[in-house]
């Protein structure tokens, strides 16, 4: 409860400040879809020189683009590491955070709160509508609470991968360049990893797991059979990816002494 | 004088190079970035022969140079300038006896030639050993594309100053920060080359200044553009150079009349 008051607070006083900069809101938001854009741009490209990729054809993947959408939407909105360690490690932000009593990582993620990015999770939602129509599936009992469940777990890894890497900033002290390229290297997991050699599917599913939050859980609602373990795997990868989040953070915040300026 | 200014590419290149482990996971990354879009346009091209007047072995040099440019001209200078404006600190900088928009090209330069030689080079060997790249033979393609990637530098930075020197007009440049980088990714033929866009978008895009920045030069290497070819593509981004001057010229005069720090 007194998180989900905090949540609110924060919620408020992002309007205020958001209030100030009008037209930058918008700004956000249409760059925001741009960049989802230009993956999808890609891949219209894409099937206008061939019908299929790696057996999957064009709706399938737009279909899975849209799922896509949805987990990453709700991600950015509410995990924003973005510029932690400036920040936070360089400008000693990270003193004033861990002198409060609400917990650190959740201060952290409350303060950057991005609410436009929800627009991404409307959008893809309305894209796995349209293909899915398109490709005439069926919306079974089990399609709406396992969209949500998946879409949770998602997040979850998504959380997971972000926190470990932002952590690290904790043991280096030079801002870290890895998280900008992790951005481009998430979109892979959204075309069908067969089409990879061996060891990128094994990166992709078991070491920076991208496929489980784009082409695996996608192919449960596409029946899919071949991937329908790899769906069903799904939470299960969220958790363990979570807790590894979780405990490289704080290993990370007690290693943490403050900066020297 | 000039001398100070040569300085500052040192300095850059000095306080990269403190942060060089960095870049080791940097070239781990474009790598790994190669390799994707490598097995994506394999997969697209199925049995096909060529695509776009690509076979599929140019497709291959192609991403692998694109992204391999990339890790040379990418900077932020957009960012830093707008962090500048942002607290205040280039009031310091205008009042100082340099050209505030000259130094900050002088410090990208010191980065981009960091980014040469500590990234670039290493993952384009990386890059050869894993994918069948096929490097150009002639010398001609070689020096060609040596002098287009230093005006992709100067064009891809031109860009990032117009974006970070707006910040003096929106105040809160965040969006179209982000907005450019990914105009520039996909308009610059790095994602997908121009010529597989549709007939109308790649007739657009051939009178915008992107393109410059890596598909002219990964024509040049792939061997698609040659010999008196080179000299054309060449003479789009000298003339792109040249046009993009304007607005930086205006608005860095324009900026100093606007100038309101905000808070600092």
């Known amino acids: 409860m007194y998180y989900l008051g905090l949540l609110i607070e924060y919620l408020k006083n992002y309007m205020k400040t958001r209030?100030?900069?009008?037209?930058?809101?918008?700004?956000?938001?249409?760059?925001?879809?741009?960049?989802?854009?230009?993956?999808?741009?890609?891949?219209?490209v894409i099937f206008m020189h061939t019908d299929s990729l790696g057996g999957?054809?064009?709706n399938e993947v737009v279909f899975v683009y849209g799922f896509f959408m949805v987990p990453f939407g709700v991600f950015s909105c509410f995990v924003n590491m973005w510029g932690f360690s400036e920040r936070y490690i360089v400008k000693?932000?990270?003193?004033?955070?861990?002198?409060?009593?609400?917990?650190?990582?959740?201060?952290?993620?409350?303060?950057?709160?991005?609410?436009?990015s929800l627009f991404g999770s409307i959008i893809g939602?309305?894209?796995m509508a349209i293909s899915g129509s398109n490709l005439g599936l069926p919306f079974e009992w089990w399609t709406l609470p396992m969209l949500i469940l998946l879409t949770l777990s998602a997040v979850a890894i998504y959380t997971g991968i972000y926190t470990t890497l932002t952590s690290l900033s904790f043991y280096s002290d030079a801002p870290t360049g890895i998280l900008p390229l992790m951005y481009n290297i998430q979109t892979y997991g959204r075309y069908p990893v067969t089409?990879?050699?061996?060891?990128?599917q094994v990166l992709l599913t078991w070491i920076i797991p991208f496929a489980f939050v784009?082409?695996?859980?996608?192919?449960?609602?596409?029946?899919?059979?071949?991937?329908?373990t790899m769906a069903l795997l799904t939470p299960l990868v969220g958790v363990v990816f979570l807790s590894i989040g979780l405990m490289a953070w704080s290993f990370g915040v007690k290693r943490y002494k403050g900066a020297g300026s | 004088m000039l001398g100070a200014y040569f300085d500052f590419i040192r300095i850059r290149f000095l306080t990269m190079l403190a942060y060089r482990v960095n870049y080791y996971s940097g070239i781990l990354i474009y790598t790994l970035n190669i390799g994707v879009n490598y097995f994506t346009w394999r997969a697209i091209y199925g049995d096909g022969e060529s695509l776009g007047g690509f076979t599929g072995a140019q497709m291959t040099t192609y991403v692998a140079v694109s992204w391999m440019a990339r890790a040379f001209y990418?900077?932020?200078?957009?960012?830093?300038?707008?962090?500048?404006?942002r607290d205040g600190s280039i009031a310091i900088q205008f009042i100082r006896p340099y050209n505030y928009v000259l130094v900050k090209m002088m410090q990208g330069l010191g980065e981009g030639l960091f980014r040469f030689m500590m990234l670039m080079i290493p993952g384009m060997l990386i890059a050869i050993l894993l994918f069948p790249v096929?490097?150009?033979?002639?010398?001609?393609?070689?020096?060609?594309?040596?002098?287009?990637l230093f005006f992709s530098f100067l064009i891809s930075s031109q860009i990032n100053i117009i974006t970070g020197l707006s910040a003096f007009f929106v105040e809160n440049n965040e969006g179209m920060m982000r907005m450019k980088r990914v105009v520039v990714d996909l308009f610059s033929g790095l994602i997908v080359p121009i010529t597989l866009f549709p007939d109308w978008l790649s007739s657009v895009l051939k009178v915008l200044p992107f393109q410059a920045i890596t598909y002219l030069p990964g024509s040049v290497f792939t061997g698609r553009v040659q010999g008196v070819g080179i000299w054309n593509v060449l003479g789009i981004q000298v003339i792109w150079f040249l046009i993009l001057l304007i607005p930086i010229v205006w608005l860095n005069h324009a900026a100093r009349q606007r100038l309101f720090v905000q808070g600092g």
């Not at chain 1, 089409?195 to 990128?200: G, M, P, W």
């Not at chain 1, 784009?214 to 329908?228: N, Q, T």
């Open chain 1, 19 to 44: 209030l100030t900069y009008r037209a930058d809101f918008w700004v956000e938001v249409i760059s925001d879809l741009l960049f989802q854009a230009t993956n999808f741009i890609f891949i219209l």
């Open chain 2, 74 to 85: 990418f900077n932020n200078l957009d960012r830093e300038i707008s962090t500048d404006i």
């Open chain 1, 92 to 116: 000693g932000e990270m003193d004033r955070i861990l002198t409060r009593p609400a917990h650190n990582l959740f201060q952290i993620f409350l303060e950057n709160v991005d609410p436009p």
């Open chain 1, 195 to 200: 089409i990879y050699n061996r060891a990128i």
């Open chain 1, 56 to 58: 999957w054809n064009q």
């Open chain 1, 214 to 228: 784009g082409i695996y859980p996608a192919a449960l609602f596409l029946h899919r059979d071949e991937m329908r």
């Open chain 1, 125 to 127: 939602l309305i894209i």
């Open chain 2, 134 to 148: 096929q490097l150009p033979t002639e010398p001609s393609a070689w020096a060609g594309f040596l002098v287009m």
